[in-house]
């Protein structure tokens, strides 16, 4: 069965602090996205990828980086956390035009 | 850019009847996608959408796509109040590793 695993489903950090949110997929599939979802506004895509060590910008880069070493994780990166990113983030994966597999979300608060 | 409208975002339907849920894009869109998120949980895939008069069925729910209209419809027939859910369609070209994704349409069936 598909799995794409998030590392926390929940996480609280402060304003400033340098946020690292992972994501694992065991299907060998290419390509990998992080979102964010946010009441009213649908899926937002902040970074995609679509092979190893390389990385596109989405709709929404700013303040977020990324990181794809190997081929089945991807890391977002909250450089330095700011209140306006607490939200719900998704990641997911997909091969080809299959559909994309998603995680379970981490739901993400900055005090 | 491509953008990718639904409507209606908000639906509250009687079980037993019959409805429809809109997805328009933009621009050229040679796959679409639709998405179910129950409340509390990630995206379920549902169908995938790959050619011009493209009709997928499964249980109550069938989608199609018309991508001369730059429309794909989801229909519900007889629903019932285990459909209940945020549905999402997303689309884009063959050519983007990307797809974009509606706004979403929050479906409430009344027992």
């Known amino acids: 069965d598909v799995k794409v695993t998030q590392s926390s489903r929940y996480l609280v950090k402060r304003t400033g602090e340098k946020v690292f949110l992972e994501c694992v997929q065991d299907?060998?599939?290419?390509?990998m996205f992080w979102y964010r979802q946010d009441p009213g506004l649908g899926l937002r895509l902040i970074y995609f990828?679509?092979?190893?060590?390389?990385?596109e910008k989405g709709d929404i880069p700013e303040g977020y980086s990324v990181s794809r070493e190997k081929k089945e994780r991807f890391s977002l990166i909250l450089e330095s956390a700011s209140t306006n990113q607490t939200s719900m983030y998704l990641c997911a994966s997909s091969a080809g035009w299959g559909p994309q597999h998603f995680g379970d979300g981490t739901r993400l608060s900055i005090l | 850019e491509l953008k990718v409208e639904q409507n209606p975002l908000f639906l509250s339907m009687q079980e037993g009847k019959n409805y429809t849920i809109y997805c328009n894009y933009s621009?050229?869109?040679?796959?679409l996608y639709w998405y179910r998120q129950d409340p509390g949980k990630s995206l379920e895939s549902l169908f995938v959408?790959?050619?011009?008069?493209a009709v997928k069925q499964e249980g109550r729910l069938m989608a199609s796509l018309d991508t001369k209209a730059r429309l794909s419809t989801l229909h519900i027939t007889a629903a019932v109040h285990d459909l209940s859910a945020t549905y999402f369609c997303?689309?884009?070209?063959?050519?983007?590793?990307?797809?974009?994704f509606g706004k979403g349409t929050r479906l409430h069936i009344l027992p």
């Open positions: 621009t050229t869109s040679d796959r």
């Open positions: 959408l790959l050619s011009n008069g």
């Open positions: 299907m060998d599939h290419e390509n």
């Open positions: 990828s679509y092979d190893v060590k390389m990385k």
């Open positions: 997303a689309g884009g070209p063959l050519r983007d590793d990307k797809i974009i």
